[in-house]
Structures are given as structure tokens and as C-alpha cells.
């Protein structure tokens, strides 16, 4: 089971980088499916096959995958737009909107898949479902000395919060910004714009994995008879 999630994941981060044109600024997802996008774009790049590609990426693991496959890199200091954004998703319901920020990027990952002219969703099957909140928690990321009037905060709202500890690392998870993260159970997320823009209200929250309205198209990996193939919606 695994080994066939990998390959779902290898086959979407392909299709996805198989998009890229040369003259393209590039917003670089965050996660184990978008690693495999990065890859490809970097094989892409050494190939020739693409030119002129630089990428703004998501967070400091991209960062470091992207160096390793030689994208050159950029910050949203030096560009006034981003082409394309590839970057996976933790659910994503049949409106294109999406739970993110497993790997605790989501707040960087909305500010540049927002900016971006497309923004390509790579996931495996197992991603999708009818309502979010079905099979993953609500990560919201919230700076250490709000953590407890947040974590009140969201218990009123309904939720079932609780702080996101490392692993391989003692204590809590840190942010690239020096931030926690809260992990929320909600029991059904009625309607994702408005609890986006209710927690995103809490001081002290800096923003939350709700992304409503930002994808575009969602490259879905599965497998059939064996195969990994890629579905599109
Ligand atoms: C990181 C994210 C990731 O894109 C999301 O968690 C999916 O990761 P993976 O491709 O490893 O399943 O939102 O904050």
C-alpha cells in the first residue's frame, strides 16, 4: 500500500511538472508530492527541455529540495508574479477547496499559491473527500504566547484543538516563522470561507489551512489495474 501511494505521488508530481513552460516564474509547494514535482521540474531544467525557470518556494524544506535539483530560486521581493504553483493538499473537496499544512507550511503556501496566475493541486487519491475535515485535522498556525487564548478560542468554536508535537524532535512543532501549530478536530466543516475567515480573526492566529476558492485544477494519482494514472478536476 505504501509503495503504491508513492508511485500515485511520483506520477501526479510528474504530470504536474510536465506543465511547466520555459519564462516561468514558479511558486514551489511544500510535502512529499510536490517533491516529486520539483525533481522533474530540476530534470526538466538539466535537460534543456525547459529555460528560464526561477521558483519561489514555500518553505525552507522546498527551498532545499529546489536547490538540490538546481531551480534557481527567487523571494516576492525581486517578482511582481508568480505563473504557476504546484503544491499538494492534506483533503480537497469537490469545489477545488483544500485542507493543507501537514508539513506546518500552510501560511507561506497561501500567500504564494495565491498569487499565482494557476495554481496546480497534486494529490493522491486517498486526498479526496465529500466534506473537509472528514479524515484530517485543521492545522492553524498561532504565535507561543497566544497559544492558550487561541486554543480556547477554538474549543468554542467547536473544535477539538491540540498542539502539534515534533517528532524525531523534543517539544512542539516550530514553524519556519518561529511559530506553533494547533491541529483542530472539527466535526464537519459546514462551510469552509466562513471558518477560514472565524479563525483567521483570532488574535493571534497568523492563518489557518483552509484555501477556499484558490485552485484551480487538481491532478488527482491513482491507481488502476496495477497502474498509476492521473485524473484531472
Ligand atoms: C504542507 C502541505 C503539504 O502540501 C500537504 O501536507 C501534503 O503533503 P504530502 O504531499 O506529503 O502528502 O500542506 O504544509
Known amino acids: ?64 529540495l529546489a536547490k538540490k535539483y538546481g531551480i534557481p530560486l527567487t523571494t516576492l521581493d525581486a517578482v511582481d508574479h508568480i505563473d504557476l ?25 497561501k500567500v504564494v499559491d495565491s498569487l499565482a496566475d494557476f495554481f496546480i493541486v497534486v494529490v493522491d487519491g486517498n486526498k479526496v473527500v465529500e466534506k473537509l475535515g472528514s ?46 501549530v494547533i491541529d483542530v478536530k472539527f466535526d464537519s466543516i459546514e462551510n469552509p470561507a466562513e471558518l477560514e475567515s472565524t479563525i483567521n480573526n483570532i488574535p493571534g492566529v497568523l492563518d489557518n489551512g483552509l484555501f477556499v476558492a484558490v485552485a484551480d485544477l487538481i491532478l488527482v494519482g491513482e491507481i488502476k489495474d496495477g497502474q498509476a494514472t492521473v485524473r484531472e478536476f
Open 1 to 64: 500500500m505504501a509503495d503504491l501511494v508513492q508511485l500515485m505521488k511520483q506520477e501526479v508530481g510528474k504530470a504536474a511538472a510536465s506543465r511547466v513552460k520555459s519564462n516561468s516564474i514558479l511558486g514551489l509547494g511544500t510535502g512529499s508530492t510536490t517533491a516529486f514535482a520539483i525533481q522533474y521540474i530540476g530534470e526538466r531544467l538539466a535537460k534543456g527541455e525547459i529555460t528560464n525557470i526561477v521558483g519561489v518556494p514555500t518553505s525552507f524544506g522546498a527551498e532545499v
Open 135 to 180: 479524515t484530517f485535522l485543521l492545522p492553524v498556525e498561532v504565535i507561543p504566547m497566544a497559544l492558550a487564548p487561541v486554543t480556547r478560542h477554538l474549543e468554542k468554536l467547536g473544535g477539538k484543538p491540540e498542539l502539534r508535537m515534533g517528532i524525531k524532535k523534543a517539544g512542539p512543532v516550530v514553524t519556519d516563522q518561529g511559530n506553533l
Open 85 to 109: 504553483a504546484i503544491d499538494g493538499a492534506d483533503e480537497v473537496d469537490p469545489q477545488k477547496n483544500l485542507i493543507k499544512g501537514g508539513g506546518a507550511a500552510h501560511t507561506r503556501e
